[in-house]
């Protein structure tokens, strides 16, 4: 097997780099993947893979965040004369920007899907001479989008993938599902393709993530400390009046959530592990002389166990309806986005480090399970279903040299992981005749 996939892996080397630099240069933030999926789409439609699109894979009234149809329009537009493939561009209208490749090899076999994300950060990228997509000029071209947590990688990683795998067709068995998901950043597009039924048929499932603090060259085959997260808005409507002539009469918004802001800091720790909240954003007021009507929050809890995020986020709704009260307003509370703990499956763990270690030198180390930095994916939804099902599922995570961390307007990351990643996901593909369950 090695020399034959060796072989790919380098033909497929270079398109890598190249893939992974187009949708880094014209990174689209979650919901506004328009470009991204149709050149995702159209590359899979002509390898051969069997495609669902769009409202076939996202559940629309399960999905969350998502922006307003005159933002979804003009993003659109934009991605249209940024070179969105026209003919599929119809699936994704309107913030549908989800994909799902078939591949059956027509053997007996268990059904294997692997995810990857597309979406980038609202986050403008560094222009500064030390940061190497401003200096090779492939730094992101929309202002407030940027793939600063390697999303585009692993688009880049999925599309290798499909190359590969098509490559091997017949070495294969069972039917392989490529997952390309939007709208990670801020928990929001998986649990809508969930919804939609896209794991029910899965056996074996796999997510990925390169960085994340994993040291260069590693391979952690079961991250194991994802944070259960809640996300929403909330918004203060109160009345407005003259702060001089009249301000008894108002109503304020603006110290119904500076309050409610500095109680959910106070929200207590949770004696069964850690939790967190942050305020993101708190935007209030309209002008010096005038009483503020309008105040929006946006908020997060995370919690180490989906029952301590359930016991900050139901601390978190008693401070925003007691700050209301207050103030004599009236709010509203908005979804914008979730996730779930889960852990790793052990036994396929197990399969994923023996294959890894047994067939990818490349991997200058492979653990089994590693706490990495606390953050959260909504791919445990895809986890949580799976498993539901009698099904095995886990979250590869691997490491590469950073520029900056995960999330930081300097972000990058060494491009070799990919063809790495390629790589051990194919090994795992050709090898899955070997996952015996008792
Ligand atoms: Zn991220
Ligand atoms: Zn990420």
Not at 140 to 149: D, I, K, L, P, V
Request: hydrophobic share 40%; glycine share 10%.
């Amino acid at each position: 097997m090695n020399n034959l996939l060796n072989e790919s892996i380098q033909q497929i080397t270079e398109q890598l780099k190249h893939w992974r630099r187009d949708f880094h240069h014209f990174a689209e933030s979650s919901w506004f993947e328009f470009r991204t999926a149709t050149i995702v789409a159209d590359e899979l439609h002509r390898l051969g893979y069997s495609l669902q699109l769009g409202k076939d894979v996202i559940k629309a009234d399960a999905r969350m965040g998502l922006p307003s149809e005159q933002a979804l329009h003009e993003q659109e537009q934009r991605a249209i004369q940024q070179g969105a493939l026209k003919a599929w561009l119809p699936h994704f209208s309107g913030g549908f920007t989800g994909i799902v490749a078939t591949l059956e090899t027509g053997k007996p076999g268990p059904t294997l899907a692997f995810r990857v994300d597309m979406d980038a950060l609202a986050l403008n990228e560094a222009q500064t001479p030390e940061h190497r997509p401003y200096v090779e000029g492939f730094s992101s071209c929309n202002a407030h989008m940027m793939h600063a947590c390697g999303h585009d990688g692993h688009t880049a990683i999925g599309l290798g993938l499909a190359h590969v795998l098509k490559q091997h067709e017949c070495q294969l068995t069972g039917k392989i599902k490529l997952i390309f998901q939007p709208a990670e950043e801020g928990a929001q597009g998986a649990k809508p393709m969930v919804a939609a039924g896209v794991v029910d048929d899965v056996d074996c499932f796999i997510a990925i993530h390169i960085g994340l603090g994993n040291s260069p060259g590693g391979l952690v085959c079961g991250k194991d400390n994802f944070l259960a997260t809640t996300k929403f808005d909330v918004i203060y409507r109160g009345v407005a009046t003259h702060a001089g002539a009249k301000p008894e009469e108002g109503k304020n918004a603006l110290l119904a959530a500076a309050q409610a802001a500095l109680g959910l800091y106070a929200i207590p720790r949770h004696s069964g592990g850690s939790s967190r909240i942050n305020v993101g954003v708190l935007q209030a007021g309209s002008d010096r002389n005038v009483i503020p009507a309008h105040a929006l929050m946006k908020v997060e809890t995370r919690g180490e166990t989906n029952e301590i995020n359930a016991f900050v986020y139901q601390q978190a709704l008693n401070i925003i309806e007691g700050a209301a009260k207050m103030q004599g307003v009236e709010y509203e509370l908005i979804p914008m986005g979730s996730a779930q703990n889960s852990q790793p499956s052990p036994v396929w763990v197990d399969f994923i480090y023996q294959q890894a270690g047994q067939h990818v030198p490349e991997l200058l180390s492979v653990v089994k399970r590693h706490k990495l930095s606390s953050v959260s994916d909504d791919a445990t939804y895809f986890m949580e279903r799976v498993k539901a099902n009698g099904g095995y599922a886990t979250f590869l995570v691997f490491g590469s040299e950073l520029s900056a961390g995960n999330h930081n307007e300097r972000f990058d990351f060494d491009e070799n992981v990919m063809a790495t990643a390629v790589k051990t996901l194919a090994v795992i593909a050709l090898q899955l005749p070997d996952f015996k369950v008792d």
